[in-house]
């Protein structure tokens, strides 16, 4: 996993997190590794964004269902 992420015009953390760092529940990590930026909601294109440090097993498993999920 890359250890940065340069923003495109119309970001929002909720789309990083999820597309970066595969859930939208990693958010809240996602903003504590960038407290620099959090007057933000939707970004400008061209912002370096640090990427906090995910579990691999936590990263993937909490996007599925319940159902799908296997413990």
């Known amino acids: 996993m ?6 495109v015009q119309g970001d929002k953390w909720d789309l990083i ?11 809240n990590k996602l903003m ?3 407290p620099q930026y ?3 909601y ?4 061209g912002i370096e964004l640090q990427l906090p440090e995910i579990d691999p097993e ?3 498993l909490s996007s ?8």
């Not at 997190?17 to 958010?27: F, S």
Request: charged content about 15%; proline content about 11%; aromatic content about 10%.
């Open 17 to 27: 997190a999820h597309q970066q760092l595969g859930d939208t529940r990693h958010m």
């Open 32 to 34: 504590a590794a960038n």
């Open 2 to 7: 890359p250890d940065s992420y340069v923003t």
């Open 42 to 45: 939707i970004f400008p294109a």
């Open 64 to 71: 599925l269902p319940p159902w799908r999920q296997v413990v």
């Open 58 to 60: 936590q990263a993937g």
């Open 38 to 40: 959090l007057d933000y």
